[in-house]
């Protein structure tokens, strides 16, 4: 089946300091990809859709130049978090869908974010 | 997308049936029910997805009622690896690949030995 690798599975870094999270399709073109974000016991918030060769569309409330979003390749994604606050400590989840393998969606392992 | 709702957290026994219900009542004839599960520190993971008939697969089983209203997941012999958060989606299928997935609050399962 289709598989979706994230990397890095978690990240510490300091206050002000930039942390990009890279999202792969493996075994399939992606045309487009989706960024999530998920805090302690919350569930999952779709912050972006990245599209192949143009803008991210971002969800409302969710800051562009901020959460940076790359999607250069059919097969990765980055999303760059600039200038990290606490605040933006998450687990991070990229996701994909295959469009010839059917329906279902499939999802990285998640990245960790800890800013202190 | 149709809202769901779904309790927020069920207990089941080790080795015995886990039923997960859903209420969808507000869901359009072209979009189907979707499970996903999400495991402790995970990427979510997918179950099953159907229409109107029941579908089983090698995971679990999903029964949708007639109206297609609510709907129950159905893990056979839950196992202390069953424990996670099932989300219980609506949307449309196949068809852009743009239609993102909207997670609602889902339903913790927790498995006890």
């Known amino acids: 089946g289709a598989v979706v690798s994230q990397h890095p599975s978690w990240v510490i870094c300091k206050s002000g300091t930039s942390v990009k999270i890279e999202c792969r399709s493996l075994?399939?073109?992606?045309?487009?990809m989706f960024w999530y974000r998920q805090f302690p016991k919350q569930s999952l918030m779709l912050m972006a859709t990245s599209n192949e060769g143009s803008k991210a569309t971002y969800e409302q409330g969710v800051e562009k130049d901020k959460f940076l979003i790359n999607h250069a390749s059919l097969t990765l994604s980055t999303l760059t978090v600039t200038s990290a606050h606490p605040e933006d400590s998450s687990f991070y989840i990229c996701?994909?869908?295959?469009?010839?393998?059917?329906?279902?969606?499939?999802f990285g392992s998640g990245t960790r974010l800890t800013v202190v | 997308d149709a809202k769901t709702t779904q309790p927020p957290s069920m207990d089941c026994a080790e080795g015995r049936a886990a039923n997960l219900p859903c209420n969808h009542s507000t869901i359009s004839g072209n979009e189907y029910v979707y499970w996903y599960r999400q495991i402790h520190s995970q990427g979510p993971q997918y179950i099953i997805h159907g229409l109107k008939n029941n579908e089983t697969n090698e995971m679990a089983s999903l029964i949708i009622t007639e109206d297609r209203k609510s709907s129950t997941l159905i893990l056979p012999h839950a196992t202390l690896r069953d424990t996670a958060v099932y989300y219980c989606?609506?949307?449309?299928?196949?068809?852009?690949?743009?239609?993102?997935?909207?997670f609602g609050g889902g339903t913790r399962l927790m498995v006890k030995p």
């Open positions: 996701s994909a869908r295959d469009p010839g393998g059917g329906s279902d969606y499939t």
């Open positions: 075994d399939f073109q992606a045309t487009t």
């Open positions: 989606i609506v949307r449309v299928a196949g068809g852009n690949a743009g239609n993102m997935l909207t």
